[in-house]
């Protein structure tokens, strides 16, 4: 069964880092764009970053660029984000994602909690 | 970025109605290959998303043939041919033609 498991999140302070994982299976990762989604508390979907199949390629919306940094590890089947200089506008549950077919998205993890906070 | 609006925002619907979501970008999701890369997601309270529609009307397996996706260009719909219990939920539309891919603000459909 496709399968991707999202794990990492939790409760810091502002300015402080955290590292979300994503482990894949059933989904032939390797052969795949990934990314990571994120929906703040009561709001929509907001992209985050997106990386290409063998890494070398990666995409930041403005507001986490040189924050954030997006990898992959494929002979893990896993994705991370690294979340550095956290902010309290970036408390959300953050979702990964199969880009299987281009410009979409069709797995979705079940999601990580992260709460920034004082 | 591209931004995406969907209208309405809520929709009260009753059981075995249609119901019709739009959504518009403000510029064209045609991509250079000539594919135009609109999807449309549900999203249940507490869920991750689920695609139904890719590529503006290819529907996902699994996806009832209630839902249907149309559209060209910067002008684009979500129809659902006869609402049913399960259908609840908020529905978002999303263009992967431009990076950053940016999302509709979703709208609502509850049974009245």
């Known amino acids: 069964e496709a399968q991707l498991v999202e794990s990492g999140g939790g409760l810091v302070q502002p300015g402080e880092s955290l590292r979300l994982s994503c482990a894949a299976s059933?989904?032939?990762?390797?052969?795949?764009?990934m990314g990571w989604v994120r929906q703040a508390p009561g709001k929509g979907l907001a992209w985050v970053a997106t990386?290409?199949?063998?890494?070398?390629?990666?995409y930041y919306v403005d507001s986490v660029k040189g924050r954030f940094t997006i990898s992959r590890d494929n002979a893990k089947n896993s994705l991370y984000l690294q979340m550095n200089s956290l902010r309290v506008e970036d408390m959300a549950v953050y979702f990964c994602?199969?880009?299987?077919?281009?410009?979409?998205?069709?797995?979705w993890g079940q999601g990580s909690l992260v709460i920034v906070s004082s | 970025e591209v931004v995406m609006t969907q209208s309405p925002l809520s929709l009260p619907v009753t059981l075995g109605q249609p119901v019709s979501i739009s959504c518009r970008s403000r510029?064209?999701?045609?991509?250079?290959?000539?594919?135009?890369?609109l999807n449309w997601f549900h999203q249940r309270p507490g869920q991750s998303p689920r695609r139904l529609i890719y590529?503006?009307?290819d529907r996902d397996s699994g996806v009832p043939d209630r839902f249907s996706g149309s559209g060209s260009g910067i002008d684009f719909t979500l129809k659902i041919s006869r609402v049913e219990a399960e259908d609840v939920g908020i529905y978002y539309c999303?263009?992967?033609?431009?990076?950053?891919?940016?999302f509709g603000q979703g709208t609502k459909v509850e049974i009245k």
């Open positions: 510029q064209s999701l045609v991509s250079r290959e000539g594919k135009t890369y």
């Open positions: 999303m263009q992967g033609t431009h990076w950053p891919w940016t």
């Open positions: 994602g199969r880009a299987g077919t281009p410009g979409s998205v069709d797995y």
């Open positions: 059933g989904l032939n990762f390797s052969s795949n764009w």
């Open positions: 590529e503006i009307s």
């Open positions: 990386i290409n199949n063998d890494g070398k390629e990666t």
